[in-house]
């Protein structure tokens, strides 16, 4: 079955510091990859997507590129802000539709 | 306008009880899925209905629990004689049709603690 291994947290950063979250993925097909975003006190919400391979999602400084040699969909940041922590979660959706979700990554970013 | 809206917020019930969580997904979306979040282990996909589709219902861990959505809209998973391991929050997501362009929309979950 389909499967999503994440880096499991937490991870705490400074202010300005750069974020990588590791996420690879098992699938049969050709799945769509995602981030969600958990921020306190709130729902889940999608971060990014990508489609197909070599696409890149990207939204609020936050990328991702589906990598299908690697089976990978790493988000990076190139400068966290205090706002962002949250639990990120990786997902994917394959053909039934499903979305299969990691852990959770646990991000705190300190002034 | 209006998400997706879950009730109970919090639910506390007696081991061996039944219980009720409700899902009110926003207009409109036809496809509406429950997920369990236990700490540390994710989010664990439950069921999944698609418009007037037989639900899939391969997530439900057993015969315990069952969920329905009646008339394409409110869904109610229902969990019988409640064990401690289903403490949990339970969210329920809903998105306008299925597939990658589509994102789903998350309620807030009830957290349903088992004494």
């Known amino acids: 079955g389909n499967s999503v291994t994440q880096m499991e947290g937490p991870v705490t950063l400074s202010e300005e510091a750069f974020l990588t979250i590791n996420c690879t993925y098992t699938?049969?097909?050709?799945?769509?990859l995602f981030w969600y975003v958990q921020y306190p006190g709130e729902g889940l919400q999608l971060l990014l997507k990508?489609?197909?391979?070599?696409d890149k999602g990207s939204n609020k400084g936050f990328e991702a590129t589906y990598r299908k040699e690697t089976t990978s969909f790493h988000l990076e940041k190139g400068s966290v802000q205090v706002s962002d922590s949250a639990v990120y979660f990786c997902a994917l959706e394959g053909s039934n539709y499903k979305l299969t979700f990691g852990k959770g990554t646990l991000l705190t970013v300190n002034p | 306008g209006a998400g997706v809206s879950q009730s109970p917020s919090n639910k506390v019930t007696e081991k061996g009880k039944d219980v009720e969580l409700r899902c009110d997904p926003i207009?409109?979306?036809?496809?509406l899925y429950w997920y369990r979040q236990s700490l540390g282990q994710g989010l664990e996909f439950l069921i999944y209905?698609?418009?007037?589709?037989?639900?899939?219902k391969s997530g439900l861990p057993s015969d315990r629990f069952s969920a329905e959505r009646t008339g394409g809209s409110v869904s109610t998973l229902t969990i019988q004689r409640t064990q401690q391991e289903d403490s949990a929050v339970y969210l329920c997501?809903?998105?306008?049709?299925?597939?990658?362009?589509?994102?789903?929309?998350f309620g807030n979950g009830t957290r349903l603690t088992v004494t």
């Open positions: 997501a809903s998105s306008y049709r299925t597939g990658a362009n589509s994102p789903l929309h």
């Open positions: 699938a049969t097909g050709y799945p769509s």
């Open positions: 207009s409109g979306h036809t496809a």
């Open positions: 990508a489609t197909k391979a070599d």
């Open positions: 209905f698609q418009g007037n589709s037989a639900p899939d």
